[in-house]
Antibody
Framework: QVQLVESGGGVVQPGRSLRLSCVAS????????MSWVRQAPGKGLEWVAL????????YYADSVKGPFTISRDNSKNTLYLQMNSLRAEDTAVYYC??????????WGQGTLVTVSS | EIVLTQSPGTLSLSPGERATLSCRAS???????LAWYQQKPGQAPRLLIY???SRATGIPDKFSGSGSGTDFTLTISRLEPEDFAVYFC?????????FGQGTKVEIK
């Protein structure tokens, strides 16, 4: 059974950093592109970043380019999102999503990040 | 960036009725990478349809997806009380991934 379990969310002050993790199981993690998608309270879904199956390519939404870094460790079946210089606008539930050719996207249950003083 | 526009914004229907939701793209989307989700308050999005027309595991056949190019449709054949929710479309074939703004299906 496919599982994606996010962790690392919490309350953080503006300007501080946070690292999210997502542990995958039930599928061949190293064959899947992985993304982070977020949803601010009461808002729609916003794609944040994408990393290729082997980690060689990274893509970012303009809104996070620079402060955020996506990475992965295929030996640990784990996806990461390093978030620096956090702002109130980064407050959201963060979901990790896995995509492979022709297979359905897999979503985690999300982790809440609240940026507040 | 591919912009996805969903219509209508809100659909007011009664249980038993048919719901037809539209997702229009600003440029052609590969059908392989067009998905539909259902979301209820406080919950993660639930995948309904991927590849424009393939039902995800465990999704009842009252949900169906169709379309190609720039026009895609999600149909719920007969609404049941648990189907009243917000529905999003998503394209994940090109970066940046994009989502529609959502259609809320509410009880009339």
């Amino acid at each position: 059974q496919v599982q994606l379990v996010e962790s690392g969310g919490g309350v953080v002050q503006p300007g501080r950093s946070l690292r999210l993790s997502c542990v995958a199981s039930g599928f061949t993690f190293s064959s899947y592109g992985m993304s982070w998608v977020r949803q601010a309270p009461g808002k729609g879904l916003e794609w944040v970043a994408l990393i290729s199956y082997d980690g060689s390519k990274e893509y970012y939404a303009d809104s996070v380019k620079g402060p955020f870094t996506i990475s992965r460790d295929n030996s640990k079946n784990t996806l990461y999102l390093q978030m620096n210089s956090l702002r109130a606008e980064d407050t959201a539930v963060y979901y990790c999503v896995g995509v492979g050719g022709g297979t359905p996207p897999y979503w985690g249950q999300g982790t809440l990040v609240t940026v507040s003083s | 960036e591919i912009v996805l526009t969903q219509s209508p914004g809100t659909l007011s229907l009664s249980p038993g009725e048919r719901a037809t939701l539209s997702c229009r793209a600003s440029q052609s989307v590969s059908s392989l990478y067009l998905a539909w989700y259902q979301q209820k308050p406080g919950q993660a999005p639930r995948l309904l349809i991927y590849g424009a027309s393939s039902r995800a595991t465990g999704i009842p056949d009252k949900f169906s997806g169709s379309g190609s190019g720039t026009d895609f449709t999600l149909t719920i054949s007969r609404l049941e009380p648990e189907d009243f929710a917000v529905y999003f479309c998503q394209q994940y074939g090109s970066s940046p991934w994009t989502f529609g703004q959502g259609t809320k299906v509410e009880i009339k």
